[in-house]
């Protein structure tokens, strides 16, 4: 079969000036097909055929994708397919049409994002069943950039095999009144004429010489083509909406905290951007991850420039506009927002995407990062990272009126919270529609999400449904302001040897200090962490005010070691303060109004057990294995070995406690004041009790099933997507190792010799010793 005898079914009809040519009499036809040759998807669509005298031909593609243009003048064809999207799909209706940045979504584009990828890693394909019929005189690989006008909101291009030809472009007439030359046409980062023409030709463009052809994909006179389109698929992390927590979100969102610790990546990155384009090379940034790797579906496991491991999170492969969206930048398609001549006023995506203080006036030194889909909102709030703004900001205890609510928080991560506020509500009036708000910080980050998420819950404008994770986060806010925060959901995830957490104490000082006295302690802080931090905290403490609380669920990583070769880690809810706060014990054993302070001292040469990077991540990717392997074996999350080693621990603990208390009620006078003595032994007598609902708790969980919803949260209805993601996420070797930490520790062999292990050698019954202080 030949071009000339291909299907001609389709109308075409032709506009412009239509010149006396004695050329005319060609012909060219074309398919458009996807990954898998099938031209399908792509049936009805109307194009546009612009040929070298500017005769416009435009029809419609037949039901296999095919269509041909008769009588064109001499020369090549340019295709485009730019018509916009019509349909009633919700998703797209919404997008074309919402007030700030409407996207010029064509009928293409909903086309290509129907259609999925031939290999799953969106990796492009070598070989298409339509590049070898018969009819076929040239083939190449397209993507929907290369077809329509407007491409800011677009991915980037993917390396190919097969790209349009290059030469036949460059042989379209120069002078076109067709033509549309913009700037972004000339200096477009995504993938527009710098592709088809090379620098020395851009430059002799942009000097004036001759206009640059128009937009499109040339095709050759007399020849069939199959222009294979590269679905529109993008990579977004798995998150669940569901308010309960789930292992799923545990994993995903430790990666998600550790991402906001860098920066955007936007280049330029400057007030105001005088390009007509952005990118987003920098890796790793949260910029390149949601405006550049992600759309392109690239997975991505690096959070941090030092991060060797790898920990990929779990990916969903979604319709492109489905991802988490980095806004595009066009001035000229967005003039009243992206114009350089609005100077401070200008929008580009770092400024509304990335909240970044440092070099502003009054500087609080806070950094969060927020994208969104059509499902939930992500919001990522950095913890401590330069040591003198947020050492002072840690630093800072001083408890203030909450403005929001009810009760008082820390000063210093209450400022950070005013900061990222408005950057917020901002980012909310122009894209919130109903979605879920996940929030999420590391260390000082979730102090400030914490308190940040309840200044959102309680902004009537929006009344958001927030679910909040924080990890190794220290207290925010006094008894009152976590009694009246108890309707934010709010999951928080403690390492057993992180001593930020224990910060500030419930008994640190509730009044102003002088800023100098701050200012040196932050000095010998960045000098001698250890010693700068137990100065910071022996120079901030009173008995007096309200105490600091903790908000939220907890679920605390406890280390259960065996021997030397076998250490695992729990995560529960243990409910004991002598297990979960670092230091309560300690602190029940005062001396001239002062704790001591050995025990947490001692925690900070841990500082490694704060790490998201070395710590949380691995603790919760660990996790999230083992609830897997809990799920698929249909076994509890506490083995045997594991539930007779806490056991024993707790009864122990419980046994120290009571000597504790005796101790205290025959020597208090050392201690602490008679009148304080009726105090303390209350303390004491809730905390043994609590031991005994610790051990309930224990014995539940012992005896609990996992369940889908346990382990994949919203996603529990939908086991055929999950699947998919795990057979990308298991096709990474590093997420099929064997790892100790968090995971359920190896069956024993020999029964009596591992529990003579456990033990330090004792007999199975004899009493177990375990010190206050290996615990605290």
């Not at 994708?65 to 799909?89: D, I, R, S, T, Y």
């Not at 472009?169 to 033509?179: C, G, Q, W």
């Not at 292992?247 to 550790?258: F, G, P």
């Not at 909240?355 to 059509?374: E, G, P």
Request: charged letters at 20%; hydrophobic letters at 35%; proline letters at 7%.
């Amino acid at each position: 079969m030949n071009a000339e005898s291909l299907p001609t079914s389709v109308t075409t009809f032709m506009q412009g000036d239509i010149h006396a040519c004695p050329m005319r009499g060609h012909s060219t036809s074309f398919q458009l097909v996807n990954e898998f040759g099938d031209g399908t998807p792509y049936a009805g669509l109307a194009y546009e055929i612009t040929d070298y005298e500017d005769t416009v031909h435009t029809g419609k593609l037949d039901a296999k994708g095919w269509a041909k243009v008769n009588n064109h003048h001499c020369g090549p064809v340019v295709l485009k397919l730019n018509k916009p999207f019509q349909g009633a799909e919700a998703l797209y209706r919404d997008l074309r049409k919402r007030l700030d940045y409407p996207l010029p979504i064509t009928e293409l584009q909903v086309r290509a994002e129907k259609t999925r990828f031939f290999h799953k890693t969106g990796t492009r394909t070598q070989a298409n069943p339509a590049r070898d019929l018969p009819e076929t005189d040239a083939y190449c690989q397209v993507e929907v950039s290369e077809l329509v006008k407007h491409i800011a909101h677009l991915p980037p291009l993917v390396a190919r095999r097969d790209p349009p030809k290059r030469a036949a472009h460059k042989l379209m007439r120069s002078a076109a009144k067709s033509r549309d030359f913009t700037l972004a046409d000339k200096t477009s980062a995504d993938g527009g004429l710098h592709t088809i023409l090379s620098p020395a030709e851009m430059a002799t463009v942009e000097l004036g010489f001759s206009p640059p052809p128009p937009k499109g994909v040339a095709l050759l006179p007399n020849k069939h083509h199959v222009l294979e389109v590269r679905p529109m698929r993008a990579l977004r992390p798995m998150l669940s909406t569901g308010d309960a927590f789930c292992a799923l979100n545990l994993y995903q969102l430790s990666v998600m905290a550790t991402l906001s610790y860098t920066d955007f990546g936007q280049e330029p990155n400057t007030q105001p951007v005088q390009t007509d384009t952005v990118s987003f090379p920098v890796q790793p940034s949260n910029g390149n991850w949601f405006g550049h790797a992600l759309p392109q579906f690239d997975e991505l496991w690096k959070v941090d420039g030092s991060q060797t491991r790898k920990y990929y999170p779990l990916y969903e492969d979604v319709p492109y506009s489905k991802r988490l969206e980095v806004v595009p930048f066009d001035p000229n398609l967005y003039p009243e927002v992206n114009d350089p001549a609005l100077g401070d006023e200008q929008e580009h995506p770092a400024k509304l995407h990335c909240l970044d203080d440092r070099n502003k006036d009054n500087s609080t030194d806070t950094q969060a990062f927020i994208c969104h889909h059509d499902e939930l909102i992500l919001i990522s709030v950095r913890g401590t990272s330069e040591f003198w703004p947020d050492g002072l900001r840690d630093g800072d205890a001083y408890q203030v009126p909450f403005a929001e609510g009810d009760g008082k928080v820390h000063r210093g991560f209450y400022g950070g919270a005013l900061a990222a506020y408005p950057f917020i509500v901002t980012y909310l009036e122009k894209f919130y529609s109903g979605q879920k708000l996940l929030i999420t910080g590391h260390s000082l980050g979730g102090a400030v999400a914490l308190i940040l998420s309840e200044m959102l819950r309680r902004n009537l404008e929006f009344s958001p449904q927030i679910v909040l994770y924080t990890y190794g986060a220290p207290r925010a806010g006094d008894t009152t302001f976590i009694e009246s925060a108890q309707s934010l959901v709010h999951h928080r995830i403690v390492n057993q040897n992180d001593p930020v957490p224990s910060v500030p104490a419930t008994w640190m000082n509730t009044f102003a200090k002088p800023a100098p006295m701050y200012g040196a302690n932050a000095v010998v802080l960045g000098l001698i962490p250890v010693a700068g931090l137990g100065l910071l905290i022996w120079g901030i403490t009173n008995f007096f005010g309200d105490d600091y609380g903790h908000h939220g669920a907890l679920r605390h990583f406890m280390p259960v070691e065996f021997d030397k070769d076998h250490r695992s880690s729990l995560l529960w809810e243990p409910g004991c303060s002598t297990i979960i706060d670092h230091g309560c014990a300690k602190a029940l054993r005062v001396t001239n109004g002062l704790p001591e302070r050995g025990s947490f001292l001692r925690q900070l040469f841990d500082k490694g057990h704060h790490s998201m990077v070395d710590s949380y991540i691995p603790g919760c990717w660990a996790s999230l294995r083992r609830w897997q392997e809990a799920l698929q074996l249909k076994r509890s999350l506490v083995t045997n070995r594991e539930f007779e080693w806490i056991s024993s621990a707790l009864e122990n603990i419980q046994q120290q406690l009571r000597a504790v208390k005796r101790d205290l009620e025959i020597n208090h006078r050392s201690y602490v004041r008679e009148q304080e003595l009726a105090h303390k032994t209350l303390m004491l007598n809730e905390e043994i009790d609590k031991i005994s609902m610790t051990q309930a708790r224990l014995t539940a969980l012992h005896g609990q099933r996992v369940t889908e919803a346990d382990v994949y949260g919203s996603f529990a209805d939908q086991p055929e997507w999950v699947e998919e993601s795990l057979l990308r996420w298991n096709a990474n070797p590093e997420n099929l190792i064997q790892e100790q930490l968090a995971m359920t520790p190896p069956a024993a062999a020999d029964h009596d010799a591992v529990i003579a292990a456990m033990t330090g050698g004792h007999a199975v019954g004899a009493p177990f010793h375990l010190d206050i202080d290996s615990i605290v």
